[in-house]
């Protein structure tokens, strides 16, 4: 029995699926993130991963790996760091929003928003490759998780010093990072700096705000919207690379960020002239689609589809 084997790696969290000719899936196997700005041990966390993983007969197997194409000399060790786990296996290894894109598209084009840790636009027209955004926390991801908590860390400090009047969040926040009534500052201080990985661990802090804002909280909900907007500048740029002027903008999402309705609804109000396309796999299942792909089965896409349907992952 053959299998091929998906990898999508992330910045906060990474997972792996094999599934064989016959149907049968195995996993998916979770780490933690896999960036190799933000994790310095990001290849003991995959190698760890991997070894993990059933000893079957590997047909094939594509790697979504975060940062890969953005920087030679890392982008190098990604890719040595993957050949010399799978020897003789085919690999693919790509950028994971590429396989987030063919997650969501498939054999279609238009332009991917990602939106987790980081965030990045990723287009296809047919013929070419073009992205939008991902310059890092340091230089942009505007609009990705980690902006959002960074927006709300620095709300908090005006809450804390009377720039902002907003109760309601000063006393989410506090409670939720256990700030003492006594000396908030230097606790918030001592939170941020003693951070072991300060990207995934901020851009957690999104879903605080999600809950926040679902709850009606104005800072909150402002903060979203603001996101939004960012998410939409990044599909507008996107688009017009590609340069398609007489077709309306084709776009989709992945990435937890999109868990929020109100980033959701935000970017589709922001580009009402758009078409919205549901994404056909969740990025690991684009990752297992590009694996079978290369192992040359026949109806790869249907095969995907079949395995999505027996273990009730949806798109």
Partial sequence: M???LGLDGGGSKTAALLLSNTGVVLGPYTTSGINPFDNPLWQDTLMDLLNTLPEVHLKAACFGMPGYGEVETVSLQQLETVQAWAGPTPISVINDVQVAFEGAFC????????????????????????????WGEKLGDEGSAHWIGQQALNLLTHTLDGRLQDDPF???????????????????????????????????????????????????SKILS??????????????????????????????????SQQVLEGVQQHLPEARWHPPVFRPLYGAVWHAAKKAGWDQPLERVQDAVSSVGHSG
């Fill in 170 to 220: 000063k006393r989410h926040f506090s409670g939720h990072l256990d700030l003492s009534p006594t000396h908030p500052d230097r606790d918030l201080l001592g939170w941020y700096y003693g951070l072991q990985h300060p990207r995934s661990q901020v851009a957690a802090l999104a879903q605080q705000v999600d809950q926040l804002a679902r709850a009606g909280n104005p800072t909150a």
């Fill in 107 to 134: 054999d279609g084009f238009g332009v991917l928003m990602l939106a987790g840790t980081g965030s990045m636009a990723w287009g296809f027209d047919g013929q070419q490759h073009i992205r939008v955004g991902g």
């Fill in 226 to 259: 603001e996101a939004s907007t960012h998410l939409a500048l990044h599909l507008q740029a996107a688009w017009q690379k590609l340069n398609l002027p007489d077709r309306p903008l084709i776009w989709s999402h992945a990435g937890s960020l999109f868990k």
């Fill in 2 to 4: 053959d299998f091929v």
